[in-house]
């Protein structure tokens, strides 16, 4: 039983100390970061406690994970989106343009056959 406490703080003040280790330093309340991890490593059981209840901002996560820069999908990007539009324009332009070839040249011209007699 008593292996069984002392084990149990153990794993406690290496849970705290790697979770302190680990936190950015703008989500540390209080005390500067290594201060806590000396509280945590010399107050055994009351300093991981401290870390894991005050230690640290464990506010909404969504606020600590910074907004994304960038378009998330490519039909959200206003770069990709001009760049389709400007595809389906040439692509309309160049089927304009070989109808238009196609209207000009009649069925029964036969322009490669030169009727030598």
């Known amino acids: 039983m ?3 406490v002392v084990l149990l703080a153990l794993g406690l003040t290496v849970y705290a100390l790697i ?3 680990r936190t950015d330093g703008a ?4 005390m500067p970061k290594a201060l ?3 509280v945590i490593v010399i107050v055994t059981v009351i ?3 401290a870390w894991l209840l005050a230690g640290r901002d464990r506010g909404n996560s969504a606020k600590a994970r910074p907004a994304p820069t960038g ?8 770069a990709f989106l001009r760049e389709l539009d400007l ?3 040439r692509r309309a332009e ?12 009649q069925p029964g011209d036969d322009e490669g056959t030169a009727d030598v007699r």
Not at 27 to 30: F, H, L, T
Not at 95 to 105: G, K, N, P, V
């Open 19 to 21: 979770d302190c280790v």
């Open 87 to 89: 595809q389906r324009r």
């Open 36 to 38: 806590w991890i000396a």
């Open 71 to 78: 378009p998330v999908a490519p039909d959200d990007d206003p």
């Open 94 to 105: 160049r089927e304009r343009l070989e109808a238009e070839q196609q209207d000009t040249t």
């Open 2 to 4: 008593r292996y069984l």
């Open 27 to 30: 989500q540390v309340k209080a």
């Open 47 to 49: 300093g991981p406690i």
